[in-house]
T-cell receptor, first 112, second 108 residues
Framework: EAGVAQSPRYKIIEKRQSVAFWCNPI?????LYWYQQILGQGPKLLIQ????????DSQLPKDRFSAERLKGVDSTLKIQPAKLEDSAVYLC??????????FGPGTRLTVL | ELKVEQNPLFLSMQEGKNYTIYCNYS?????LYWYRQDPGKSLESLFV?????AVKQEGRLMASLDTKARLSTLHITAAVHDLSATYFC????????FGAGTRLTVKP
């Protein structure tokens, strides 16, 4: 069974630029999560999708972050414009329902 | 707001020794997870604990859950170097909240 795929693996941008991350969950997993993990901290949930609907986005900074999962499969997370404090690893995870989450390799974002 | 606290945050131990990592949380929840993260890698699921008194074991690791005390423990038995990693607990309430992690180093 293929795991959660993410791209790109690394991204370096300057502040005020825009960036987008892509996630392809495990086949058949209805629930998809985006997390932000700042160096030395635990992951922080940004948004949770159930199929193509948003279940929870209470910790998503909506003035600059957006996410979509249009067909209930792949998802994109966008930051526009980026700030220095957005430097982190962005992790995508998927699960069948509210079950064990399987994490992707992450995208390491550096904002200069 | 749900808070999840782990301790210790850093743990250095000798091979062959036993130790316990603690995870306290602030709101009633019946679903607690333990994950392992190696440096520069993503998270790997270790245990899912779904009810009060649940105990699960895999190799040298054993996790337990006391929902009344809002406490989970991860016990390490006879540690080996391969267990060196950061261990996170996570609690599911309305959303998923992670602890800050325990960075474990096992020395020969």
């Amino acid at each position: 069974e293929a795991g959660v795929a993410q791209s790109p693996r690394y991204k370096i941008i300057e502040k005020r630029q825009s960036v987008a991350f892509w996630c392809n969950p495990i086949s058949g997993h209805a629930t998809l999560y985006w997390y932000q993990q700042i160096l030395g901290q635990g992951p922080k949930l940004l948004i949770q999708f159930q199929n193509n609907g948003v279940v929870d986005d209470s910790q998503l900074p909506k003035d600059r972050f957006s996410a979509e999962r249009l067909k209930g499969v792949d998802s994109t997370l966008k930051i526009q414009p980026a700030k220095l404090e957005d430097s982190a690893v962005y992790l995508c995870a998927s699960s069948r329902s509210t079950d064990t989450q399987y994490f992707g390799p992450g995208t390491r974002l550096t904002v200069l | 707001e749900l808070k999840v606290e782990q301790n210790p945050l850093f743990l250095s131990m000798q091979e062959g020794k036993n130790y316990t990592i603690y995870c306290n949380y602030s709101t009633t929840s019946d679903r607690l997870y333990w994950y392992r993260q190696d440096p520069g890698k993503s998270l790997e699921s270790l245990f899912v604990l779904l009810s009060n008194g649940a105990v699960k074991q895999e190799g040298r690791l054993m996790a337990s859950l006391d929902t009344k005390a809002r406490l989970s423990t991860l016990h390490i038995t006879a540690a080996v170097h391969d267990l060196s990693a950061t261990y996170f607990c996570a609690v599911e309430y309305n959303d998923m909240r992670f602890g800050a992690g325990t960075r474990l180093t096992v020395k020969p």
